[in-house]
Each structure stands twice: as structure tokens, then as C-alpha cells.
């Protein structure tokens, strides 16, 4: 079994009145795709920030494993990248500008940082528009642009958050051919989706998660077998069923 590098026992985050993750227990190993699963507000941004430490569980703990001893989660920080949804670029800076100024925060030396950018670049025919001015970018353009700002302090593990979200056909392939280039290189990928089409595509493993739970881990093959479906899209459907159940028998009454 590869080594877990992300730890998260018995969580709860809850939000005034809201709760939006309810007794989470989940390990996340070296070198996987996995796939957070769910509809809009399951909880998948949720865990994404308790994560890398931008939110604190209301109860239980999200550790980091370092060699494998186990530490606070902000001591991951430097092992860690980060797509947001909201990209946050200077737009008077170029895209190389933005990408430097993250990596010299991590304290990367400037041609270790292009070298790795110019790299990913590539692969996402995206080289020739580095030293472009990010005002006035296309959502696919500021997209690429955080996705290399994440990568380039060589993270043990990198947390994406809808990272097609609102790309073009062209824009949205080359993403999921570089975060499944990163799996195949041994690399650790947390990828949030509602689609499930693209989970199936991208992830070794996926991680369902409604209303605030986890409702089912494992392999695409695995969940849909479990489930005696035919595909994906039946075995989600199956493991949220309850809850669908529980809300028409409400709405009825």
C-alpha cells in the first residue's frame, strides 16, 4: 500500500447552522488521481480547504504525513499546490510574472521554477503566451496559467477545484491529459468534479460525496460493480438514492 500523505479522521465542518461535512473519515495515498464526487454544495470545496489548511475542522483533525510521522496540516503547506476556482491572477503581471512570484514565495530558485513551468507549458500549448500580460485572458488561458502556479514548486501533491469548470472542449482535454500524466508519473492529484463522465476518465479512484458525507471510495470498476450498475452515472445515482427517497417523501407531505 503507497504511502498516506493526507489524513482526515472523524471531521466535521459545520458553518453557523449549515453543516457541510458531517463525520468524515478519509486517507489520501502517494501517487493517485483521486476524485471528489458530488453536486453542487456535497462538500467537495469544503474538504478541499480543510486540506490545505485554509479552513480548521469544527471537530476531528486533517493531518499531514511527512516521512510518516504525522504533522499539522499547515506544515504540508510547502508539499502542497492549489487550483481554487477563482484563479486570483495580477492582471498587470504577465503569466510567467504570477507563476514567479508564487514560486519565489516557496522559495524556488527562478530557473528551476521555468524550467519545471516551461515543461507543463508545453503540454499545454500554452509556451508561447508566458510572458503575455494576464489582463484580458480567456477563462482557459487564466485557467493554465493556475494550474502552472501550482506546479511549479514541485508539490508532493496538488488539490484541484472544478478545474474544467467553464472551459472549452480544447482548453478542458489538455487539463485532463496533464493531471493524468501527473498520476502516470507517480504524482498525487485531489480532483474536485461534479462530472462524472470526467472522474471516470482522469481518476484511479473516485470518492463520492452528498450532503456532507462520504457515500461510497473506491476504483470507477469497483463502485459500479458494487452497485450491479451498468455505469457510473447509475452506481452515483444508486448510492444517493436514500436521500432522494427522504426528500419526495417530504416534498409529499
Known amino acids: 500500500m503507497p504511502e498516506v500523505l493526507l489524513k482526515v479522521s472523524e471531521v466535521t465542518k459545520s458553518f453557523s447552522e449549515v453543516t457541510a461535512l458531517s463525520t468524515v473519515s478519509v486517507d489520501f495515498h502517494a501517487g493517485e488521481v483521486v476524485g471528489l464526487v458530488g453536486g453542487n ?3 467537495k470545496t469544503t474538504l478541499l480547504r480543510l486540506l490545505c489548511g485554509l479552513y480548521q475542522p469544527t471537530t476531528g483533525s486533517v493531518q499531514g504525513l511527512v516521512d510518516s510521522e504525522a504533522v499539522d496540516i499547515h506544515q504540508m503547506r510547502e508539499h502542497v499546490g492549489v487550483v481554487p476556482e477563482a484563479t486570483g491572477l495580477y492582471a498587470r503581471l504577465t503569466a510567467w ?14 530557473d528551476m521554477s521555468w524550467t519545471r513551468t516551461e515543461r507543463f507549458a508545453k503540454l499545454l500549448n500554452f509556451d508561447q503566451d508566458l510572458h503575455r500580460s494576464t489582463r484580458g485572458f480567456s477563462r482557459g488561458m487564466r485557467q493554465k496559467t493556475a494550474l502552472l502556479r501550482a506546479l511549479s514548486h ?37 480532483y ?3 462530472n462524472l463522465a470526467e472522474a471516470e476518465q482522469v481518476c484511479d479512484r473516485i470518492i463520492i460525496i452528498h450532503n456532507g458525507t462520504i457515500r461510497a471510495d473506491g476504483k470507477p470498476s469497483e463502485l459500479i460493480s458494487d452497485t450491479d450498475c451498468e455505469n457510473l452515472e447509475e452506481a452515483y445515482v444508486a448510492l444517493s438514492e436514500d436521500d432522494a427517497r ?6 409529499e407531505g
Open 192 to 194: 474536485s468534479t461534479h
Open 41 to 43: 454544495g456535497a462538500g
Open 97 to 110: 510574472e504570477n507563476i514567479r512570484y508564487h514560486s519565489r514565495l516557496n522559495g524556488i530558485d527562478d
Open 246 to 251: 427522504t426528500e419526495t417523501t417530504e416534498d
Open 154 to 190: 514541485g508539490p508532493k501533491i496538488l488539490l484541484l477545484d472544478e478545474p474544467t469548470g467553464g472551459l472549452d472542449v480544447t482548453s478542458a482535454r489538455m487539463v485532463r491529459k496533464l493531471v493524468r500524466k501527473l498520476g502516470d508519473e507517480g504524482g498525487t492529484v485531489i
